[in-house]
């Protein structure tokens, strides 16, 4: 079956230190993998996506996310922590039976908590 | 760009009532998509579209209908509203064409007592 998991619920770190929150998934074919960002009462924010190319991409704010093929993983990734980063974040992979409609597959979602 | 809006922002409903809920994008989208998001439950898909005209179910469509007369709107109507649909409803949209990334907009939080 397709799926995404993020196996934390919830990831702390202290502010200044680095953060992964950690996605893998199982899907057919190449992926097309993406990270969401959700601060409380808002809509989901695209922060970045791999679609093909280096596995190192970057994206919004400072954040960047790892493809892994061998480990089929997407960990979201950050040098240095700020307390602003504390929110719900998303994994998503483009759903291949899908065909042409764009379609996404959710993880549950992590809460970050960075503590100054 | 606004981006994706949607109106209104809050609504009670009793059970048995209807109502719409509205979601416009200004970036010539073809694509857009409905979801609800339960506490801890992720992102479910209601309903999607791929243009004017086209629609489609997604994983849970029950108790939801949607119609796409034009590129822009997306509108998405309860009827019937039963408290299961209490929920933080969340409309996005994408251009496709291999570039999949949706955009979001603030979403509607609906509470039906």
């Known amino acids: 079956a397709q799926s995404v998991a993020q196996p934390e619920d919830q990831v702390n770190v202290a502010e200044g230190n680095p953060l992964t929150v950690k996605c893998t998934y199982s899907v057919s074919g190449n992926p097309y993998l993406f990270w969401y960002v959700q601060y409380p009462n808002r809509g989901l924010q695209f922060l970045l996506k791999?679609?093909?190319?280096?596995?190192l991409v970057k994206g919004s704010y400072g954040f960047e996310a790892e493809f892994n093929k061998s480990q089929t993983s997407f960990h979201l990734k950050k040098p240095s922590a700020l307390v602003s980063d504390s929110a719900l974040y998303f994994c998503?992979?483009?759903?291949?039976?899908?065909?042409?409609?764009?379609?996404?597959?959710f993880g549950q979602g992590t809460t970050l908590q960075v503590k100054p | 760009n606004a981006g994706v809006t949607q109106t209104p922002k809050f609504r009670i409903l009793k059970i048995g009532q209807s109502m719409t809920l509205q979601c416009t994008q200004d970036m010539n989208h073809n694509y857009m998509y409905w979801y609800r998001q339960d506490p801890g439950m992720g992102l479910k898909l209601i309903y999607y579209?791929?243009?004017?005209?086209?629609?489609d179910k997604g994983e849970v469509p029950n108790g939801y209908n949607v119609s796409r007369s034009t590129t822009e709107d997306f509108p998405l109507r309860l009827e019937l509203a039963a408290p299961s649909q209490t929920s933080v409803y969340f409309c996005?949209?994408?251009?496709?064409?291999?570039?999949?990334?949706?955009?979001f907009g603030p979403g509607t939080r609906l509470t039906v007592t």
């Open positions: 791999y679609i093909t190319g280096d596995n």
């Open positions: 579209s791929v243009g004017a005209g086209i629609t």
């Open positions: 996005a949209s994408s251009y496709g064409l291999d570039s999949y990334e949706q955009y």
């Open positions: 998503a992979v483009r759903d291949p039976r899908s065909g042409n409609t764009g379609k996404l597959i």
